[in-house]
Nanobody, 126 residues
Framework: QVQLVESGGGVVQPGGSLRLSCTSPESSLRFHTVAWFRQAPGKEREGVAAINSNGERTNYANGARGRFTISKNNVENTVYLQMNDLRPADTAVYYC???????????????????WGQGTQVTVSL
């Protein structure tokens, strides 16, 4: 069964931008907290950003704050991650995950999320 689907990854130069998308083909994300995680080669998976169900509250990891913006469009049933000023250290597989419960501020602890996508590759290099 398909859970979440990520898209928008690719290869960009340092300083470039990408916009990732996350959608749920078979269910609504309207009442879900949604978060983005990433896993770089040889490293553990880490949280990047999270957003609450109505999109009014967000939370960012230190490395993402100021460069990345998470947003949620409940009409489109899609969560976005706009990534600007990308750096080689941002290279990773990016995953989205959803949690049917409300938490304020939204969290990105892995154990809180039961529904995951397969990931989309982001590569930042010259």
């Amino acid at each position: 069964q398909v859970q979440l689907v990520e898209s928008g990854g690719g290869v960009v130069q340092p300083g470039g931008s990408l916009r990732l998308s996350c959608t749920s083909p078979e269910s609504s994300l309207r009442f879900h907290t949604v978060a983005w995680f990433r896993q770089a080669p040889g490293k553990e998976r880490e949280g990047v950003a999270a957003i609450n169900s109505n999109g009014e509250r967000t939370n960012y990891a230190n490395g993402a704050r100021g460069r990345f913006t998470i947003s949620k469009n409940n009409v489109e049933n899609t969560v976005y991650l706009q990534m600007n000023d990308l750096r080689p250290a941002d290279t990773a597989v990016y995953y989205c995950a959803s949690d049917p419960t409300m938490h304020i501020p939204p969290q990105f602890l892995e154990h809180l999320y039961a529904t995951w996508g397969q990931g989309t590759q982001v590569t930042v290099s010259l």
